[in-house]
């Protein structure tokens, strides 16, 4: 069954900003790929993210960051942290070559716990050793350190100045964009 994704679509010609909450489901995700997409398919336009979900999904979160890196998009996007992004949320986070977290924001992470929805046709240790891979790829933190930090910690906080530190994010600010895009499950 189809999970309904809301989200209400103002654009001025020259910057486009989206408001994700909520769940990261396959609908989800690719429905915000598919309005990057076309968006960026008209030429001259950059594209905030304001993402601010608590996760879902490994898999279509997974897809979502190979279809953003292997679309070339990133000199157009930058992805703003503006309270917490937890569990699944961090890869399409991640995904983002421009990433902005505000003064006293967080992440969670953790291991993958379970594998269900379209994550059910991985098992959990496969699932964790891509969020390893994909941690590695795009932060300082490696798969090791990556899987030392899920073991020790069932749920792991980074602040503002962690993600900094770490690569997780490469700027900050005091403000975020007014979205014109909101999306909400």
């Not at 891509?130 to 490696?142: A, Q, V």
């Amino acid at each position: 069954m189809k999970q309904a994704v809301n989200f209400f679509y103002f654009c001025n010609m020259s910057i486009l900003n989206i408001y994700f909450s909520g769940r990261v489901t396959e609908d989800s995700v690719n429905l915000l790929f598919d309005v990057i997409q076309e968006n960026i398919k008209k030429g001259g336009i950059d594209i905030n993210l304001i993402l601010s979900s608590s996760g879902g999904e490994v898999l279509p979160a997974t897809t979502f960051f190979y279809k953003i890196k292997n679309n070339n998009f990133n000199d157009k996007l930058t992805v703003y942290n503006p309270a917490m992004i937890g569990s699944a949320a961090t890869l399409i986070y991640l995904a983002f070559t421009k990433r902005v977290v505000l003064p006293s924001a967080l992440f969670m992470v953790h291991s993958v716990a379970t594998n269900s929805g379209k994550d059910a046709q991985y098992s959990i240790a496969l699932l964790n050793e891509m969020l390893g891979e994909i941690f590695e790829e795009t932060t300082s933190i490696t798969k090791t350190d990556y899987a030392d930090v899920i073991i020790k910690h069932p749920k792991k906080y980074y602040t503002d100045q962690d993600v900094i530190a770490k690569g997780i994010s490469n700027l900050t600010s005091a403000s975020i964009p007014k979205p014109n895009i909101y999306f909400g499950i």
